[in-house]
Each structure stands twice: as C-alpha cells, then as structure tokens.
C-alpha cells in the first residue's frame, strides 16, 4: 500500500489515541534504523522524538531484535504461574541497575498498568488509603493512573478512582508561589507538608512523582525537591513512588532520573524504556521491605501478560545494549550538545520563552511575549490559558515537511532523540527546529 492508503485503511477502522478523529493527518512507517524511520512512500524521517519518548536504543536495535526472534521461536507464550530463565534474568537486572534496596518486580504490560499496581502495593502495604501526585504530571491513561494524572486529559472521564490529592509543581519557569530562582523560598516543598498535614499523615499511602516530569513540560525540580521529598516521606511513614516510565533507562543521562539527587524511591514504576519499544513491557520494581511483606500474605495482583517471554527476552536484551553500547553515557554526551543548541535557539527566536533539558530529554516552551510568559497554544478545557489553538498542528507539519518527526503538546516542543544519536544527526535535528521555530515566530508577530 501506499501512504494515503494505509491512512484510509486506518482512518475508517481504528482509533487514533488523544485526537478529534477527523483532524488526525498521520503519518506511515514501514522500517526503521537507528534514528531515522521511513514512510510507506519511501520518504525518510529522523525520528526526534524516539517515537513517543520509548525507543531509546533506537530503530533496528539487532540485539533486541534476536533475542525477541529467539524467544518467540522457542516459546512464544507462558503462564504467569510459570518460570521462566528470562523473566528471572530481567528481574536480576533490575534489581543491579535500580537504586538502594529497589529488589523485587512484579511485570505489567506497560507503564500505566505499573502505576495502578503500585497504587495496590503502596495501599496494601500501609492500609492507608489516601495518595498524593503533582498536578502536571502524567501516569497512564488507565483509572487509577489517570486520578494520579494532574493534567487536564483526566477531566473528561471523572470521577475515576477515590483518594488522590493533587498538589503544585516545582515549575520554577512559571512558579505557581510567584517567586523567581533568584528569590525562591523553595514553598513547592513546603507546600508539599502543608497538604500532608491537611489530609492526614496516617491517611496517605504515597506521593507518587515522574522522576523528572515529561509531557506536562518536562520540569526538571530544584536540587534539594527530591531529597527533602524523601526526607518528608520518612517523617511520616510515607511511602515514595518514582515514576520513571519516561525518565528511565538512560534517558536523562543517567539510569533514572532519581539518580541524579541521590534518591531511593520505595517503589519504582518503568514502561518505555525497559524493551526500547519493540515489546510492550512495563514494571513495578519495591524495596526489600515491601517484598519482604508478601513473603506470607496473599499478593492480590496478576495480569494475563505479566512476565510475557517475549517482552522480559526484549528487556535483558535492551539493558544489555544500553550497557554493551554505552547508550546512557552517550546521552550524557550529548545531552551537553542539545543544551548548549536548545540556548542557541531561544537566544534567536522571540517565540521560545524557556529550554529545559536533561540528557535527551528536553522541550521547548513557547510563549507570545517573553515578558508575560503567555503560552502560545492554550491548555485544553482551561480558558484562563488563552492561545492559538493551531500552534501544534502547524509547527508538527513544518517539522515533517523538513524530514522530522518531533512530538508537539500545547506550547511545547520535545525534542527527545534515541539515545544512539550522534553529534551530527543532533545538529540536524537542531537546525530543523531552527527552520521551523521561524512558524511559532510569525505567530508571535
């Protein structure tokens, strides 16, 4: 088929997520390599965004490729109840490359289904009730992940699971205290007590936190936020949940990106990374003492597709690539590139407002004066945030006429590369935004 056909086929028998079906212009894929992939009419696209933030390793990663072509010849399938030398392989894995005492896994089918389960873990372990997540934050499109969602695509499918208080970001660009950096008095932690202490310390379970938000923004916290979250945690007997479907595996430069502040989460929640997309596959990964809980009780948890063969296979086999290929350092590496580029481009477009990165993991913000931080596209359902609603659609289309895909939400640009990407593909990728950003900036005008 050729690419309207394939469009046709699945305009007029499948869903596409998070869209007004009629407005959705996709594109094709037939193959991939690297960081490029290639449309069904043979044009090639350097994929800027690692599909949705999930092929870290890259297109046609052989290592994962044989080791889920192996898996799906030998044994395709297998029970949960079952054993399997993969499944104990990836939890074995885990268990090295995850912080502290983090030792134990229980496998879900994505990263969503990680959140709901830890939501079960944190319940059952203290028999309290209550959880507390930020309010731009992303956690998975299932019930219990969208309540711990802050941001406004939980809004049209309320009431959803009971117990979830949401509390404000450290969004140190647009601080919701009104302080700067330069007179910050750090009130997104003390905030943080505040609401403990108003819902009860012996009602809450957990906080749950993105290890460094993503799509809501990617807002990289101050130094001390972990730590002293940490440190809240403990005083009250809270459990702490790091959701590091997106920030994990090498993504920011690091293994996760709690890592950076030196912090043990109780319990830590991975999707994405963990295959590199080419399986579906997702974790919940629980200290020793919340293993050590259920070694006699009753662990009232299972899926169908939990410890699936041919997604634990793709698992050792990514965590084998990201060590054997030196993927994490090389997102280092260039991490230090596409900050240096990403000033570049604010410094030469009114139109960006912020550039916020980490490793491979960055976006930038966009805005219609710098002066009043308007956004230039609004926040869905929220008419305080006023902008122009074709911001997004515009600036993905400039992006795609140049060769690129790059993901686009609201205000925001992500340009978050596969971790294999060298210093002349970033260089590419960042004078094609360049070209682009000259779109958001007629806006401006």
């Known amino acids: ?27 094709t894929a037939v193959r991939g390599e690297g960081v490029y992939f290639w449309d069904a009419d043979g044009r090639r696209y350097l ?47 885990l268990a090295e490359v995850t912080p502290g005492d983090l030792c134990k896994t229980l496998f879900t089918t994505g990263g969503g289904e990680a959140n709901e389960n830890a939501i079960k873990f944190a319940r059952l372990y203290t028999g309290r009730h209550k959880l507390l997540a930020r309010y731009r934050s992303f956690h ?25 208080v949401h509390f404000m970001d450290p969004y140190c660009y647009r601080c919701p205290f009104g302080w700067t950096p330069e007179t910050c008095h750090r009130e997104c932690i003390s905030h943080v007590e505040q609401v403990v202490e108003f819902e009860g310390p012996e009602n809450i379970a957990a906080i749950v936190l993105e290890g460094v938000t993503g799509s809501n923004g990617l807002i990289i916290p101050p130094d001390d936020y972990w730590p002293r979250i940490r440190a809240l945690c403990d005083k009250y007997g809270i459990l702490l949940v790091s959701d590091e479907v997106m920030s994990g595996f090498g993504r920011t430069g690091k293994w996760f990106g709690v890592d950076h502040w030196g912090v043990t989460p109780d319990i830590m929640t991975l999707g994405k990374g963990i295959t590199s997309g080419y399986v579906p596959l997702g974790a919940v990964v629980v200290s020793r003492a919340i293993a050590d809980y259920f070694e006699n009780r009753r662990l009232p948890m299972g899926l169908t597709y939990s410890g699936h063969p041919v997604g634990v296979a793709a698992g050792v086999a990514a965590i084998e690539a990201y060590r054997a290929e030196g993927l994490v350092e090389n997102a280092a590496r260039m991490g230090v590139v596409l900050k240096e580029g990403l000033e570049e481009l604010k410094a030469r477009h009114p139109s960006v407002g912020d550039v916020r990165s980490i490793g491979l993991f960055s976006t930038i913000e966009l805005v219609k004066d710098r002066q009043s931080k308007t956004p230039l596209a609004p926040l869905p359902g929220l008419p305080s945030n006023p902008g122009d609603a074709n911001v997004a659609p515009r600036l993905a289309a400039a992006i795609r006429e140049r060769g690129m895909h790059c993901f686009v939400k609201w205000n925001h640009l992500f340009p978050i590369p596969p971790l294999c990407i060298t210093e002349s593909e970033l260089r590419d990728g960042l004078r094609i935004l360049d070209e682009a950003l000259v779109v958001a900036d007629e806006m401006v005008r």
């Open 47 to 93: 994929d800027f965004s690692s599909q949705l933030m999930n092929v870290n390793a890259g297109h046609g990663n052989r290592r994962i490729i044989a080791a889920v072509q192996a898996q799906v010849a030998s044994m395709a399938y297998a029970y949960p109840g079952i054993a399997t030398e993969a499944r104990g392989r990836l939890g074995q894995l």
């Open 140 to 164: 998975g499109a299932t019930a219990g992940a969208l309540s711990l969602t802050g941001d406004p695509y939980r809004l049209p499918v309320e009431p959803l699971i009971s117990g979830v």
């Open 1 to 27: 088929m050729d690419t309207q056909q394939i469009v046709e086929l699945n305009r007029e028998y499948t869903f596409f997520t998070w869209s007004v079906q009629s407005q959705v212009q996709p594109l």
